[in-house]
């Protein structure tokens, strides 16, 4: 059995990969909530280094992200 890493990194690119499937608005709304709940997990393990190496490194390229994604299926939504 494959082994499932908890490595910050490893999550962020699992979620990339959530975000690149999404097709629909309500999918990147649960894909939001999937960042928040990393988001809380760092900020709870790692309180020192939060906001100093993973808000602006890690959490806010994934809200961009999943943003942009939900922006692109608007616009194929509405043409």
Known sequence: MEQISTHYGDVAKWIEKVIDSCETRQQTFTAKK?????????????PDKYWRDYQ????????????????????????
């Open 34 to 46: 999937l960042i928040n709940n990393f988001a809380k997990q760092l900020r709870t393990k790692y």
């Open 56 to 79: 602006y490194s890690v959490i806010w390229p994934l809200e961009t992200m999943v943003t942009s994604k939900r922006q692109s299926i608007i616009i194929k939504i509405e043409e």
